[in-house]
């Protein structure tokens, strides 16, 4: 679930929440900026990395429930002085008292989240009588007002450079020297992380309690509709077939296959049709190495040439773990995927700075 999901939820089951976002990070900070933490009178949902920082985030921002705070302000920690974190650098939070007139601008938002488009959330770091607007800004639209005209067509400029210039995370502008009433400008890309775990055997269960604590989505596919555990992680869709090649085929560009299933000849079918398509992030098959000699006599006895310079095979073994435990090869395997996703994201120019834009000045 995103942090836009968990707010609404938050926000439809109590009335009133604090969304906490890193503002700035200089230094070696626990989290980079953009992460977030929504806090209710009796939950935390997501991190803003833990320790003393988030143990004194969260009770300000209870404080703030208590209060009935609405509108932005800003707490900055030198950790290593102020919290006696050795990391050593400095974040600042920031902290908004949210109600339910706050899905104005939520909904926007998860509407750009669900289809992938980059988008902005621009926030007025104050408490007056503006301080719950919001604008949501993508590259050719825009919802919301800041209040002001100028304020308004000031912020979009800045919220769409950042996005032309494929920054994500957050950052805080000031329009005035003084720095009265900055900006946030939080930049989210939600990044499909689209996985398909094939075999519901004791490696597929291991491998899909990992991936339920990464931003993956999950479809967990098997022809046993009998093995599936009874509860499974939010973001996993269990999918009983007998057909599991259609999955294959029906899968998005760019998704992750992982292929752990009990039956070798059900792990070539799903290989060969794997092999049609060039379009694939990542395929893993588990098995040993004798396996992969022998599926590869068969796939280039159907014409596969090279079969796998495109199959990971041994899966897991980029990570320098030899346990064979079903615990420890999901760990394995798991890491593995994140490697190839972050090599994904570096080939797509996707950068993940903390880059503080220059104030602006007004003309």
């Given at each position: ?25 200089k230094g070696s900070t626990p989290r980079e900026t953009g992460a977030t933490m929504v806090v209710t009178r ?278 320098a773990i030899r346990g064979k435990h079903p615990g420890a090869i999901a760990v394995a395997i798991a890491a ?28």
């Amino acid at each position: 679930m995103s942090w836009i999901d968990a707010l609404a939820a938050a926000l439809a089951r109590d009335g009133n929440a604090v969304l906490v976002v890193v503002a700035t990070a200089k230094g070696s900070t626990p989290r980079e900026t953009g992460a977030t933490m929504v806090v209710t009178r009796d939950a935390c949902i997501g991190s803003i990395g833990g320790g003393h920082l988030e143990y004194e985030a969260t009770r300000i921002a209870r404080e703030a429930l208590g209060g009935k705070m609405r509108g932005t302000f800003v707490v900055r920690y030198p950790l290593a002085a102020s919290l006696g974190q050795c990391c050593g650098g400095v974040a600042t939070l920031a902290f908004s008292g949210l109600d339910r007139q706050a899905m104005a601008w939520i909904e926007p938002a998860q509407g750009c989240a669900r289809t992938g488009l980059p988008f902005a959330i621009v926030t007025r770091v104050a408490r007056d009588e503006h301080a719950a607007n919001r604008l949501v800004v993508t590259a050719d639209d825009v919802r919301g007002t800041l209040g002001d005209v100028t304020l308004d067509s000031d912020a979009i400029g800045v919220a769409r450079a950042r996005l032309a210039a494929a920054h994500d995370g957050a950052a805080l502008v000031a329009f005035q020297q003084d720095a009265a009433t900055p900006l946030l400008v939080h930049v989210e890309r939600f990044v499909a992380f689209p996985v398909l775990v094939f075999g519901n055997g004791h490696v597929g269960r291991a491998l899909v309690d990992v991936l339920g604590v990464v931003p993956a989505q999950v479809r967990w596919i098997d022809p046993r509709a009998g093995d599936f555990p009874l509860h499974v992680p939010d973001n996993v869709e269990v999918v009983a077939t007998d057909a599991p090649d259609d999955e294959i085929v029906d899968a998005p560009p760019g998704a992750f296959v992982v292929i752990t299933t009990h039956s070798h000849a059900l792990d070539l079918a799903l290989v060969e049709a794997a092999l049609a398509r060039d379009d694939w992030a990542y395929v893993g098959l588990i098995g040993s190495k004798s396996k992969r000699a022998q599926f590869e006599r068969k796939l280039v006895a159907r014409g596969f040439s090279d079969p796998f310079a495109r199959i990971r095979c041994p899966i897991g073994t980029t990570v320098a773990i030899r346990g064979k435990h079903p615990g420890a090869i999901a760990v394995a395997i798991a890491a593995e995927l994140l490697v190839a996703r972050e090599a994904c994201a570096r080939r797509t120019n996707a950068p993940h700075g903390i880059e503080l834009i220059p104030k602006l000045k007004r003309s």
